[in-house]
Each structure stands twice: as C-alpha cells, then as structure tokens.
Nanobody, 119 residues
Framework: QVQLVESGGGLVQPGGSLRLSCTASGFTFTGYVMSWYRQNPGKERMLVAAIAPAGGNTNYADSVKGRFTISRNNAKNTVDLQMNSLKPEDTAVYYC????????????WGQGTQVTVSA
C-alpha cells in the first residue's frame, strides 16, 4: 500500500519557522523525485520545491528561494521542507508528491497539511 503522509503544519506568526515532513512507504523511494506543492482556494496547485532522488539537485519557486529548504533522507524514506521567515502569502495546504523517473510507475500525492501564517 502506497502512502505519503505529511505532518508539521499549523499556525505560525509572520517571520516564524515551520518544518514539514513527509513519510513515504509502499514504493521504491530512491526511484522518485520528491517535491512539495501548495494550493490556496481558487488557485492552481504550484510547485514549491523539488529534490532529485539522490538529493544532489534541488529547485525552488522564486517566491520561496532563500527562505525554504528541501531535504530528503533515503534511509528513512522522508522528505522535509524547512520554512523560515514565513509570510502570510505562504498560507496554503502543502502537499508532498512523488514523481517516478520511469514511466512504468505512477505519481503519488499525500493528503496535504495546512500551513497558516497569521498574526
């Protein structure tokens, strides 16, 4: 059974920090690019950050570059998103995504975790 379970969301004040975690199971974790997306009501889901299977390459949305850091631990099948200097505009549901390197496999999505940045 494939699972991607996000945790770590919550309410934080502007300028604060939060660390999201995604725990994967049921598939070969090292064969997938891992990424974080976020979505607000009425808007399209957008890529926040992505990391290569071995963790050697990362990329970020311009809006979070320098503030967010994505990392993965292949021994634990986890991917994290460290979010610093949070802004109200970062408020969204954050989703963990697994994208296979091979077309013989499927994409997987987590259920999402709410992040609210507000005073």
């Amino acid at each position: 059974q494939v699972q991607l379970v996000e945790s770590g969301g919550g309410l934080v004040q502007p300028g604060g920090s939060l660390r999201l975690s995604c725990t994967a199971s049921g598939f070969t974790f090292t064969g997938y690019v891992m990424s974080w997306y976020r979505q607000n009501p009425g808007k399209e889901r957008m890529l926040v950050a992505a990391i290569a299977p071995a963790g050697g390459n990362t990329n970020y949305a311009d809006s979070v570059k320098g503030r967010f850091t994505i990392s993965r631990n292949n021994a634990k099948n986890t991917v994290d998103l460290q979010m610093n200097s949070l802004k109200p505009e970062d408020t969204a549901v954050y989703y963990c995504k697994a994208t296979p390197l091979s077309t013989r496999f499927s994409d997987y999505w987590g259920q999402g975790t709410q992040v609210t940045v507000s005073a």
